[in-house]
């Protein structure tokens, strides 16, 4: 947890994972190994559609058996700078079109660092209301959740190659 | 007037203007310039912000007068391509953060034209009750009649210089 740059607005995140940038920036951007972390276990992650440039579709579905699945993430991506910058929003959908429910729009920032890498998600919401909900509907918990996981898996993954 | 790729969802202005494209780039990229033709005269535009990378922030406002000036769009650009294209939304306003008010994203394009330029401006929604008030609003009216603004605008300078 830090404080992001709009407190009174925003919610962040942040972590030093001892593993080199490209892995995490590929446990990111590859769907299989994305699905592994990106809901807290034992919630299981199903990728629809991850189409990594401006205005691509963000789709995620979400389950509790790993049997019927719903929505999760329905949104696109702002912006994707190869191993430093990913922005996505669920107030737009596929090509930009705007969203039937709009949240919130996250920047991803992987910086080196001595130990590994500087992972920080920042979650931005249009007003104060909406973020305090965010934070009273778990942010830190399942954020800081599924970036512990994100950290797990590519640390052991850079400990055994 | 043309039928968007979805035209249950979207609506189109189009219109060969005849001038070069960097002439028409340069009317809608120089605040100044477009000042003189985005709002329907005789009303009066005044660009508070044109921002013109992703994320950047757009904010123009409107008046009757000249002298009292309202919110006209409140948003931000979504992709600058050089000459080519132009997207924004007010689903966002600056650094990508969720507005509190969403309607439309648009698609502004400029291609070559044996007479000069060829203009496109598309008008997404989130679904076809939006999409059907904003044409009940005067879309093409309104949208075709700045359009011609900016036709005029190049086409007059064009012809001078």
């Known amino acids: 947890m830090i404080t992001p740059p709009h407190p009174e607005l925003d919610l962040a995140v942040s972590r030093i994972i001892k593993a080199p940038r490209s892995t995490v920036w590929q446990a990111w951007t590859d769907p299989s190994r994305f699905e592994q972390w990106w809901v807290p276990a034992p919630e299981v992650c199903r990728v629809r559609e991850m189409d990594l440039r401006p205005g691509g579709s963000f789709r995620t579905e979400i389950s509790q058996d790993g049997i019927v699945f719903g929505p999760h993430i329905t949104g696109c ?27 919130v729009s996250a920047v991803i920032t992987m910086k080196e660092h001595p130990d590994g890498t500087e992972y920080t998600a920042t979650a931005m919401h249009r007003n104060v209301a909406d973020r305090d909900r965010h934070e009273q509907l778990g942010f830190h918990d399942g954020w800081g959740t599924v970036t512990r996981q994100l950290a797990e898996l590519v640390e052991s993954r850079a400990q055994t190659s």
Do not use: M, N
Request: hydrophobic share 55%; glycine share 4%.
């Open 77 to 103: 991506f702002l912006a994707v700078d190869e191993l430093e910058r990913i922005v996505f929003t669920d107030a737009l959908i596929a090509g930009w079109r705007p969203s039937e429910a709009s949240f």
